[in-house]
C-alpha cells in the first residue's frame, strides 16, 4: 500500500522561485464495511488497514475483543480502498441496531454515534497505575522520531506509538488522521497482545482519544499538543493518567490520579 507520492513543487523565496521534489502524503477514502453493511468512510493513510479495522471495531465498540473479529479483508478499488469485516455471532446485533439508528457520518473516531446519550459508552476495565518514571516519558518524546518515517518524508502526518516502562517505543503507527493512527495502534496492539506503559500522540487530545486509550486499557495518555475539557473529564472519571504539551523542556500533568509526577507516594 502506497503511503506517499511525489510531486514537482515550486518555492517562493524573498530573493527569487525555485523548484523541487517533495513526498506528499496520501489521503484516501476507505469505506468500512462489517457484516456485508456499510458502516463509515474514512479519509485516511491507506496503509497498515487490517490493523486499523482491528482497532476501529474495537474502539466503536462492535467488538470486545480481537477474537470477535473474523475475516478482515482488504480491497483497492477504482476511487478508494473497501475494508470487509466479519463479527462473531454473538456481537452481530451490535452493528445492525448501530446502522439502523445512526444519522450521519464523521471522521472524528465517534463514526456510529447516533445521539449524545451514546458518549457514554461503557469502558470495561479502569487503566492500573503508571509504572513509568518521568524520565521514561522524556526518553519516549526523544525517540519518537525516529519512528515517524512517513512524517518525514511529508511533513503532514501524524503518529500513535506504544512505549515501555523504560521509554522505549515499541510499535507505532502513522496516519493522516490522529484518530485512525490511534485505531491503528490499538489494533497492532491487540493483535500481536503486546504490554506497553503507555501511549504517545502527536496530537492534541480529544474525548475520543482518551476513549480510545481507555479501550486499549492502557495506563497512561501522553500527548504534545493541549487536551480538551472533555477529555479531561472523561480521563478523571475512568482514572487513566493525562499528561500533555509533552516537550523536551517540560509536560504538562493534567490528571494524575496515582501521584505518579507530583513528588507524592503513589497511593
Known amino acids: 500500500m502506497t503511503s506517499s507520492r511525489v510531486e514537482s513543487v515550486g518555492i517562493l523565496r524573498p530573493d527569487g522561485f525555485g523548484s523541487t521534489d517533495r513526498q506528499i502524503a496520501i489521503e484516501a477514502p476507505v469505506a468500512i464495511e462489517v457484516d456485508g453493511l456499510g458502516?463509515?468512510?474514512?479519509?485516511?493513510?491507506?496503509?497498515?488497514?487490517?490493523?486499523?479495522?482491528?482497532?476501529?471495531?474495537?474502539?466503536?465498540?462492535?467488538?470486545?475483543?480481537?477474537?470477535?473479529?473474523?475475516?478482515?479483508?482488504?480491497?483497492?478499488?477504482?476511487?478508494?480502498?473497501?475494508?470487509?469485516?466479519?463479527?462473531?455471532?454473538?456481537?452481530?446485533?451490535?452493528?445492525?441496531d448501530r446502522v439502523r439508528h445512526r444519522t450521519s457520518d464523521t471522521s472524528c473516531g465517534l463514526c456510529g454515534i447516533s445521539g449524545l446519550e451514546q458518549l457514554r459508552r461503557p469502558v470495561a476495565h479502569r487503566p492500573p497505575a503508571p509504572s513509568v518514571e518521568r524520565d521514561a516519558v522524556f526518553a519516549a518524546l526523544a525517540?519518537?522520531?525516529?519512528?515517524?518515517?512517513?512524517?518525514?518524508?511529508?511533513?503532514?502526518?501524524?503518529?500513535?506509538?506504544?512505549?515501555?516502562?523504560?521509554?522505549?517505543?515499541?510499535?507505532?503507527?502513522?496516519?493522516?488522521?490522529?484518530?485512525?493512527?490511534?485505531?491503528?495502534?490499538?489494533?497492532g496492539l491487540a493483535i500481536a497482545g503486546t504490554a506497553r506503559a503507555f501511549i504517545l500522540v502527536t496530537s492534541r487530545i480529544s474525548f475520543e482519544m482518551v476513549d480510545k486509550a481507555l479501550v486499549a486499557s492502557v495506563p497512561m495518555l501522553v500527548g504534545i499538543s493541549a487536551p480538551t475539557s472533555l477529555a479531561i473529564d472523561h480521563a478523571r472519571e475512568h482514572g487513566l493518567t493525562l499528561l500533555a504539551l509533552a516537550r523536551s523542556d517540560a509536560i504538562l500533568v493534567v490528571n494524575d490520579p496515582w501521584n505518579r509526577f507530583d513528588g507524592s507516594p503513589a497511593s
Open 39 to 96: 458502516y463509515a468512510v474514512m479519509m485516511m493513510t491507506p496503509a497498515d488497514l487490517p490493523e486499523f479495522a482491528t482497532g476501529f471495531l474495537l474502539t466503536e465498540r462492535l467488538a470486545d475483543t480481537p477474537a470477535d473479529i473474523g475475516d478482515i479483508d482488504v480491497f483497492e478499488g477504482e476511487i478508494g480502498w473497501i475494508v470487509r469485516a466479519t463479527l462473531a455471532e454473538r456481537c452481530r446485533g451490535r452493528i445492525h
Open 143 to 187: 525517540g519518537l522520531r525516529a519512528h515517524q518515517p512517513l512524517n518525514a518524508a511529508t511533513g503532514a502526518i501524524h503518529a500513535a506509538a506504544a512505549c515501555d516502562a523504560d521509554g522505549a517505543v515499541i510499535a507505532a503507527y502513522e496516519d493522516v488522521g490522529r484518530h485512525n493512527a490511534l485505531d491503528k495502534l490499538v489494533g
